[in-house]
């Protein structure tokens, strides 16, 4: 299934930036973890709702799925970041936005090389 291996690769990922900014600190680690945390909920659930349905009967819903489930991560997105800077004191301000970075980056490079081939 390919979305269960997109979801261990990037919660490997963020585990591994983690791990290297903890050596930097403990406060490091933890925004990192967070910084990824943010980038990996909302796009999972987001994820989750699109594919949800499947079928070319089911495309229209499908599409409205996809416009919603869009909607509602980058709002998860923003929520989560308010609350992180509102919320958490201290924080590691470089780690928490280079690990959210990084994985924006990654997920995009990982949609490119999961994506589907033709089959000839």
């Known amino acids: 299934m390919p979305?269960?291996?997109?979801?261990?690769?990037?919660?490997?990922a963020i585990v591994?930036?983690?791990?290297?900014?903890?050596?930097?600190g403990r406060l490091a680690g933890y925004s990192a973890l967070v910084g990824?945390?943010?980038?990996?909920?909302p796009n999972t659930w987001f994820a989750y709702q699109v594919y949800k349905v499947e079928?070319?009967?089911?495309?229209?819903?499908?599409?409205?799925n996809l416009f919603r489930a869009e909607s509602v991560k980058i709002a998860l997105t923003a929520v989560f970041f308010?609350?992180?800077?509102?919320?958490?004191?201290?924080i590691h301000v470089p780690a928490?936005?280079?690990t959210f970075a990084v994985m924006?980056?990654?997920?995009a490079a990982?949609?490119?090389?999961?994506?589907p081939r033709p089959q000839r």
């Open 16 to 24: 591994v930036m983690a791990l290297l900014w903890a050596t930097q």
């Open 104 to 107: 924006v980056v990654m997920g």
């Open 96 to 98: 928490l936005l280079f």
């Open 82 to 90: 308010a609350a992180v800077f509102n919320l958490m004191e201290p």
């Open 55 to 64: 079928g070319a009967r089911n495309m229209s819903r499908m599409v409205g």
């Open 110 to 115: 990982l949609r490119w090389f999961m994506r």
């Open 36 to 41: 990824g945390l943010i980038f990996l909920v």
């Open 3 to 12: 979305l269960l291996r997109w979801l261990v690769i990037e919660s490997t």
